[in-house]
């Protein structure tokens, strides 16, 4: 009968995906956990030199890239995220207004999220390029000088720009989706009220949609900062696996890219740990800033009403 | 009445104010557009360029159909087996999709319907390692997948299973179908029980299909990060041809040396683009509501 | 069939907070192809009872026969019962035929059958052309027939309804629990239907048991409990508008409220609950009971006095009396008191002396 404990049945539903998850996901944590206080491992042998507790993230933090690579991410993260922000939940709020054309331009903002992301990155370096890309001929237009983005030799400024402008572009469309839908979850009769009580359009805004849309826009922004901190792949869509622009190479690398990079390194003794270490130390500098930001949004969530 | 009239006056001067929000809001609206738009214009655009009309500075914005170079994209292929790439990630990503949706709707329904020892224990543990970055994973996946014998001498059969079968089972989608089959009452559950329905039955005559909008979205969410999948595809293919549209687009204009032919280049990137588009346009009401509905919790 | 519960008792343990007992020691004998209504206010234990009556629960204690079978470890699929809840459960994605087939799909009925039979039952409930729709797009009353039908569609031995009628509004209801007794009658299966509103389980039912607080409180034919009612919580929930309650006395086998002397009894000195239905007064200038009118409504052939309560000036109570008499508000008047609409209760346990 129904609360009778159906185990057996249960784990036999369960199996097939517990048997992977241990595979690919519990083993994995545990095995990082384990790697990363190994001396010198070297996995081809088997062999390691006995234990250590912190040499491994030493070695992360004496790497040669480790402190342009944080520096790189955080600027990615803290800038990408609230701009990226901003402008979903204003387009979102404006395309909500709009009746009319309103399913042509949500078929717009939602491209970018369906496209690869290697073949974008590679449309905007060409967008970037020096001679004959658009954004120069743009800034021609307007009296301007061109500017070597992303060519040989560009500096680490430009190239950081552009970069920036891709990551913002990539990570629009699905913001503006879920604040859309979250916007069209609200009760029309909040509105309705509050035309009632004549209130200005920008006082709505602030005092009913941004309040009423608040638990979205926390769920987003923390998805988004985890998400900001793995950057990664838009790096090499747009200057490839030299990750910066030629002649600056590993200028825009990121921490997962060390990670990515000590792994590539396997063969040598020590490097597997290693890369487990940078992914803890991205893992801790994530829930961090998680905490941070749960804890600032603490009084200012609202969670009754607003989008399911 | 005095009342009807200020009113009627307000009325008025509101429907005009009502007008210049609106033209303010399209301008925004098409600025925006614009932005979002740009780059794959310029995608398209370049890849039906001769290579002289690339060099030109400052560039030509606009081409008329009649000249436009098809032959770009037959060198692009001649460049990388695009079409074999297409085919992998669409193998790939029909395994793993099949694979998600058979391991997380079982999970899911366990978590959601079935009555068992740890059952919130267990999804707790599951859910806090949502947060937990991928990389922690990539690296011990991949000696596993080394341990497995699918790296050395890879055959094709190899490449495929170290591709999907990390990707068989998801948390999210998991913690996302369940969050569905909680939506569907008890009621129905009594109901069916009380007919006699096997649990499996009921999952799969009335659970499923009454969640078949998430189940969509999982497989469209699924198909489009392979789509996407650069990092591990990378990692564990030994050879050119089992790789996957990213890793073909990237590795197939990085290596040359010298100049780089930006109409081949985009020509690439428009082949790979172009099939996601097309889907994009096709399932576009249910690709919408279903990612606006995964960025939703709870 | 002949439904008996035997000392039923449903206890919901729960690792949080205390221990809930939902159904307190129910002895009933619902006899054969009858329409019983399960009647109490909210969380008393009426659904706990009809899930436990359908084995989607397990009882803590005592036992269920259906005829003389012992079923109380008996899954539910094999009780052959149909049941219909307060929202329906109708399968969203199926259509109605699909819905009122499925039980039938269970049981392996040939394709054909199972149409003719669906076809059938749905034309019973009056639902025949609605076959191909989808659940939503029927009105509420016709989702509630649709679930009756897949009820009845396997021929249960038993019906359980669940509040059936609570999400139809109120011209709804009336109708549909008229057609739930014309089914009930035409199919003769052994019904029991639960309901908070006391008015539905009157007008329906052949029998009602009334519960509080997962105890029995009494069971009847419906008049017969609103004439008898065995304690003070029976007679408060039968009834509108509700019977009247007077703290009162007993002294040497009179029943006093307040001064007034307004019968006799055998029972032995008490402090008693007096409890008058609002029919039950006459006005009559000798009457025992002086009290000041506050207001007077008279709708045709009634009038109903709302008057002050001798015995406790906050309080008012209420009588309905023939419209012959000019009462005016502010007045006083006498009344005296039906033998046979009064009651006296226990003031402790509430028990009927
Ligand atoms: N699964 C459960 N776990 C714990 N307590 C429960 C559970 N189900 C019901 N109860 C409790 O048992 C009591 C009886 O519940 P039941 O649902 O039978 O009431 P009811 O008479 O049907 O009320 P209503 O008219 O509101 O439907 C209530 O106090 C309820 O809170
Ligand atoms: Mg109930």
Redesign the pocket.
Same mark, same amino acid.
């Given at each position: 009968m129904l609360?009778d404990k159906s185990n057996v049945k249960a784990w036999f539903y369960l199996g097939p995906a517990l048997f992977l998850l241990s595979i690919f996901i519990f083993y994995p944590i545990f095995n990082a956990l384990f790697l990363v206080f190994l001396r010198d491992y070297n996995y081809l042998q088997g062999t390691w030199e006995g234990f250590t507790l912190f040499e491994n993230f030493f070695y992360v933090f004496r790497n040669q890239n480790f402190t342009q690579a944080l520096t790189n991410t955080m600027i990615i993260t803290f800038v990408s995220v609230p701009i990226s922000v901003i402008i979903a939940l204003l387009i979102s709020v404006w395309l909500n207004s709009v009746l009319k054309l309103r399913g042509f331009f949500q078929t717009i903002f939602f491209l970018p999220y369906v496209t690869n992301a290697i073949a974008i990155g590679m449309a905007f370096a060409f967008l970037f390029n020096q001679n004959y890309g658009l954004i120069n001929t743009m800034l021609g237009w307007v009296g301007l000088n061109p500017v070597n983005w992303v060519g040989l030799g560009a500096t680490w400024g430009n190239a950081m720009f552009s970069l920036l402008i891709y990551v913002v572009w990539a990570s629009l469309a699905f913001k503006i989706m879920v604040f859309l839908s979250g916007l069209q979850n609200i009760d029309k009769q909040y509105y309705d009220a509050a035309r009632v009580d004549s209130t200005k359009r920008y006082r709505i805004f602030r005092r009913i949609t941004v309040p009423l849309l608040s638990p979205m826009i926390f769920y987003i922004t923390i998805t988004s900062f985890i998400g900001a901190f793995k950057a990664y792949t838009q790096v090499i869509g747009m200057f490839g696996v030299r990750l910066g622009p030629p002649g600056n190479d590993k200028s825009l690398i990121t921490i997962v890219a060390l990670v990515y990079d000590a792994l590539d390194r396997s063969g040598v003794p020590g490097a597997l740990s290693e890369a487990a270490a940078t992914a803890i130390v991205l893992f801790l500098i994530t829930l961090v800033f998680t905490l941070i930001n749960m804890q600032v949004s603490k009084n200012r969530v609202h969670y009754s009403g607003g989008g399911k | 009445m005095v009342l009807d009239s200020v009113v009627y006056g307000d009325e008025k001067q509101n429907r005009r104010k009502a007008r210049i929000r609106f033209s303010l809001v399209l301008t925004m609206l098409i600025i925006f557009g614009l932005f979002v738009v740009i780059p794959f214009y310029w995608m398209m655009l370049t890849a039906f360029k001769t290579e002289a009309q690339v060099l030109t500075a400052p560039p030509i914005l606009w081409l008329n159909p009649l000249n436009w170079q098809f032959s770009n994209f037959a060198t692009a292929m001649d460049t990388a087996p695009f079409l074999r790439y297409m085919g992998n990630t669409v193998l790939v990503s029909s395994i793993s999709t099949v694979g998600t949706i058979f391991t997380t709707v079982f999970a899911a329904f366990a978590f959601a319907r079935l009555n068992f020892n740890g059952r919130d224990f267990l999804f707790m543990i599951l859910i806090s390692t949502m947060m937990i970055p991928g990389e922690i994973f990539v690296i011990t996946n991949f000696l596993t997948v080394v341990e497995l014998g699918w790296i050395q001498n890879q055959t094709y059969m190899n490449a495929i299973l170290a591709m999907t079968l990390p990707f068989m089972t998801s948390i999210f989608y998991i913690f996302f179908l369940r969050q569905s089959f909680r939506q569907i009452p008890d009621e129905l559950y009594y109901a069916a029980k009380v007919d006699g329905t096997t649990d499996l039955k009921y999952l799969f005559k009335i659970m499923v299909p009454i969640a078949l909008p998430t189940i969509i979205t999982i497989t469209i969410l699924n198909a489009m990060g392979t789509w996407n999948a650069y990092i591990w595809p990378r990692l564990v293919t030994q050879q050119q041809e089992f790789r996957l549209v990213s890793n073909g687009l990237r590795d197939a204009f990085s290596n040359i040396a010298g100049r780089i032919l930006y109409n081949e280049q985009m020509a690439a990137a428009l082949l790979v683009t172009f099939p996601l588009l097309v889907v994009f346009l096709l399932l576009k009401k249910y690709i919408i509501r279903g990612v606006s509905r995964s960025g939703i919790k709870g | 069939m002949e439904i008996r519960l035997e000392n039923l008792t449903?206890v919901?343990t729960?690792k949080k907070t205390t221990d *809930?007992l939902?159904?307190n020691q129910l002895d009933v004998t619902i006899p054969s192809g009858k329409l019983i209504g399960l009647l109490?206010? /909210?969380?008393?234990?009426? /659904? *706990?009872?009809?899930?436990m009556i359908s084995g989607l629960l397990k009882p803590s204690q005592g036992s269920i026969f259906f005829g003389d079978d012992d079923v109380t470890t008996v899954p539910p699929e094999e009780r052959g019962i149909g049941l219909v809840f307060?929202n329906y459960a109708l399968y969203p994605h199926m259509t109605v035929s699909q819905n009122i087939m499925f039980p039938l799909e269970n049981l392996k009925v040939p394709k054909e059958e199972a149409l003719e039979r669906a076809q059938k039952i749905a034309d019973l409930v009056g639902i025949g052309e609605l076959m191909s729709r989808k659940p939503a797009q029927l009105s509420g009353g016709q989702q509630q027939r649709v679930a009756i039908a897949r009820a009845l569609v396997k021929e249960p031995r038993v019906l359980l309804l669940?509040?059936p009628l609570s999400n139809l509004d109120a011209r709804l209801r009336i109708q549909t629990r008229e057609e739930i007794r014309r089914i009930q009658r035409e199919t003769g299966i052994t019904t029991i239907f639960?309901t908070?509103d006391q008015e539905e389980a009157m007008s329906i039912s052949d029998e009602i048991i009334l519960?509080d607080f997962?105890v029995k409180q009494q069971m009847g034919a419906p008049q017969n409990v609103y004439d008898e009612p065995e304690n003070l919580f029976a007679a408060k929930f039968l009834g509108t508008p509700p019977i009247n309650l007077f703290d009162g006395k007993i002294t040497a086998k009179k029943i006093k409220l307040g001064t007034a002397v307004i019968g006799s009894t055998k029972a032995a000195p008490n402090d008693i609950v007096i409890g008058i239905r609002p029919e039950g007064f006459v006005v009559e200038e000798e009457g025992p009971i002086v009290a000041d009118v506050e207001f007077v409504e008279t709708i045709g052939r009634d009038t109903t006095l709302i008057m002050i309560d001798p015995t406790d000036a906050t309080k008012r109570f209420r009588a309905i009396v023939d419209s012959d008499y000019r009462i005016e508000a502010g007045h006083q008047v006498q009344l005296s008191v039906k033998p046979h609409k009064m009651y006296i209760f226990d003031h402790e346990t509430g028990e009927r002396l």
């Open positions: 609360e | - | 449903k919901f729960n *809930t939902a159904v109490g206010p /909210s969380g008393c234990g009426k /659904s *706990t009872t009809l899930y307060q669940d509040e639960v908070h519960m997962g």
